[in-house]
């Protein structure tokens, strides 16, 4: 079907006749060029052909060819048609003829007959080629036939025709625009550098575009450094294109330093620049550039968009630019545009985190702001700062004005609650119901932490059992509460049961409280219950550490289960969990009454290695299990790491330590230790001087020495992690 194109200008300007001089040109047309064999779709002398040199026999004009030649919808019948003309006497081509044959034969796609036509066409010099040439170009782009326009282009400026810089610029325009490969954007700079153009700032915009497109964001900077010594300035264009390009390369520091270079040359902007950048700034949280780009846009009398305003002011709240989001939303609202309630809220929450509540409601007030949302945080303010008649105040109006939803109750509640005024909490409750506003779960989550905070266990747990026939569930807050203040009463079976509930509703509890309900359930021995409440907060999403892990393995080894111990103490390796002090104390102990000796030393040293350090009691215990085995000069370079914290190694610390490296042979460790013990004014008791006179030495080695070559115990760690998981 043929393109239906609008009547070319220069067209009418042609004569119908034509100059006896072109005859031999059109002969030479039709002897080179050739009809590609795949293009020949129909014979060469089909009816629809016959019918056409019928027509033209007599009436050959050129008008009357283009006529025809529009009208042929089979490409190669069209190309024979024009050969013919251009055998014919007193025939020749004209602008109009090549036009239109370049023209089917560039949109079909035929790139080399096209480019053929288009060397004939030049070199036949006919009156209104340029201007045809110019056509074309202009067609082939606006159709998206961009390899053909630049065929085209090619040869125009091959014929010495004059192609001017817009013309090049709207090739460029469009090859950066379908994102063409980089070498013809290339090309046709090239072309345009032959002809002799200087480029203008769109030229350069568009190859910083195709730089960019093509991540040479490194050449498209050097390219934006030299455009002064090319004879041109940077527009508003161009620095949209380099900004917006370093803050996609997470460049932001080098974009805010071109956006400096920008305010200097003073350079005028346009819609599309500030509607790009400003965005992009305030998504870097560059609230100052922003702001400023801001007042540039409105002194330049644009209106921005429901989302520069949006943006712009998260931006200035996030940094506290009270005055500046005031402005930014006055000026929102006499726009026209509604801002959404969350502009609302953040502005409010500005006005509240300076403390300036008097200045916020009268914000409201004059602005005739009706958003229950941004009262709410109003009243939130007020508590925060210890406004309590101004927040009770703005409640009864909010309420007679229908202003207050639940949550405006729940806000003033939920801070009498946190203070431990139930009386009051309770006054309010009623007046809430009068108001025909109905409690919901949040009225009770508050209420469980007032009555926690009252100490009224009972009663809170009361409150929950209200919620859980309910199907309801606490608020973290309220959640952590309540189990905390009944593990501190012993109530821990209803604190257990407080978590399964929460816990199936996949609600998680916080660390601190779920490590209470941990100790207090094992300190009660029930320490299979212990991990069993572990599991499940694993699945709820629980965040346990290893203190946890330590209270149960203390539990478990009161409870003299070392295979289970074992077994908990594996799964911490297994989940990468560090061992704190607590269990590095507990797990030598437990290895001690084992007679796991190699693991006792291997424990020691790995406590003292990661800057763990007991106390001095502890650290006398510890030392006195692995002393009781004969091993204390197996950790003499972890003890050598604890001397200089004085406060640790005590008296009854250096006695165990002499006593032990003495009849375990170290005499010369046990002197030095001796030696050290003195100089802080401490002297040995009966024991260690009886020993180091020489008294009863033959007896205390006869019973404390033993045969380290016996035990078969492996000292490492990954045998005991390979010992738990076959327990389990």
Not at 21 to 46: D, F
Not at 522 to 540: H, M, N, P
Request: charged residues 25%; neutral net charge.
């Amino acid at each position: 079907m043929a393109v239906k194109l609008r009547p070319l200008a220069f067209s009418k300007r042609i004569p119908m006749w034509v100059c006896s001089s072109a005859y031999l040109s059109s002969i030479s047309c039709a002897k080179t060029i050739e009809t590609h064999p795949e293009n020949n779709q129909n014979p060469p002398y089909s009816s629809e052909f016959e019918q056409n040199i019928q027509s033209l026999r007599n009436k050959l004009v050129p008008d009357n060819l283009v006529r025809v030649l529009d009208s042929t919808d089979d490409l190669s019948s069209a190309v024979t048609l024009f050969k013919w003309a251009s055998l014919q006497k007193r025939f020749s081509h004209t602008a109009e003829t090549y036009y239109k044959m370049i023209l089917k034969l560039g949109l079909a796609g035929n790139v080399k007959e096209m480019e053929g036509f288009c060397h004939h066409m030049v070199k036949d010099r006919c009156p209104g080629v340029g201007e045809a040439l110019l056509e074309l170009i202009d067609v082939f782009v606006r159709h998206g036939r961009l390899s053909e326009a630049i065929r085209v282009l090619v040869n125009m400026k091959a014929g010495g025709y004059r192609v001017s810089i817009e013309t090049f610029n709207v090739v460029l325009g469009a090859l950066v625009k379908e994102k063409r490969d980089f070498r013809d954007i290339v090309l046709v700079y090239k072309e345009m550098v032959k002809a002799g153009m200087l480029p203008t700032v769109e030229t350069l915009n568009y190859m910083l575009e195709g730089l960019l497109e093509t991540d040479r964001i490194e050449s498209a900077l050097d390219q934006y450094r030299r455009m002064k010594k090319k004879g041109c300035s940077p527009n508003s264009r161009t620095f949209e294109i380099i900004i917006q390009a370093l803050f996609a390369k997470d460049r932001a520091d080098e974009a805010v330093v071109v956006l400096s270079e920008m305010f200097e040359l003073d350079c005028e902007l346009d819609l599309s620049f500030y509607t790009c950048i400003i965005p992009l700034l305030c998504g870097e949280n560059k609230p100052a550039e922003g702001i400023r780009l801001f007042k540039m846009m409105r002194a330049s009398n644009f209106m921005p968009n429901s989302l520069i305003y949006g943006v712009l002011l998260q931006c200035l709240c996030k940094n506290l630019y009270l005055d500046d989001s005031i402005k930014v939303l006055e000026d929102m609202i006499e726009t026209g545009l509604t801002p959404p309630t969350n502009l609302f809220v953040d502005v409010m929450n500005v006005f509240c985190t300076f403390g300036k509540i008097d200045d916020a409601l009268k914000f409201l007030e004059d602005k005739h702001i009706l958003e229950t949302s941004a009262y709410n945080v109003l009243l939130e303010g007020c508590c925060n700062t210890g406004k309590l008649l101004t927040a009770k105040d703005l409640l009864v109006e909010m309420s007679k004005r229908n202003l207050a939803d639940c949550s405006s109750w729940n806000i003033l509640i939920r801070w009498l609650c946190e203070n431990a005024r139930i009386r009051e909490v309770f006054e309010l409750v009623g007046i809430m119901v009068v108001s025909s506003s109905i409690p919901d779960c949040a009225t009770y989550s508050a209420l469980v932490v007032g009555n926690c905070k009252m100490s009224n266990h009972r009663k809170a747990l009361d409150i929950f059992h209200h919620i859980r026939t309910k199907y309801w569930v606490l608020d973290p807050r309220s959640y952590s509460e309540l189990v905390k203040g009944l593990c501190l009463v012993e109530m821990t079976c209803e604190a257990a049961d407080v978590f399964y509930y929460m816990s199936s509703n996949g609600c998680s509890l916080q660390s601190s409280s779920f490590n209470m309900l941990i100790k207090g359930i094992c300190e009660t021995g029930e320490v299979v219950e212990a991990i069993r409440l572990q599991k499940l907060a694993y699945y709820s999403g629980t965040f346990y550490t290893s203190s946890t892990y330590s209270t149960v393995l203390l539990g478990l080894s009161r409870l003299d289960k070392t295979k289970e111990l074992l077994v908990i103490l594996s799964k911490m390796l297994v989940e990468g969990r560090n061992l704190d002090l607590d269990a590095y104390c507990i797990l030598i102990q437990c290895m001690s009454v084992q007679n796991r000796v190699k693991e006792c030393v291997l424990l020691f040293s790995m406590m003292v290695s990661k800057g763990l350090v007991p106390d001095s009691e502890r650290l006398v215990s510890l030392l006195s299990c692995i002393a009781k085995h004969s091993q204390l000069h197996r950790i003499l370079g972890s003890i050598q790491k604890l001397i200089p914290n004085s406060e640790v190694l005590n008296s009854t610390t250096y006695n165990i330590l002499i006593h032990g490296l003495w009849i375990e042979g170290y005499k010369r460790d046990a002197s030095r230790f001796l030696d050290i013990m003195l100089e802080k004014g401490w002297v040995p008791d009966a024991k260690t001087h009886a020993l180091l006179i020489g008294s009863a030495v033959s007896d205390e080695v006869d019973k404390r020495s033993m045969d380290y070559d016996t035990f078969s115990v492996q000292d490492t760690v990954s045998n005991i992690l390979a010992e738990g998981l076959d327990a389990s």
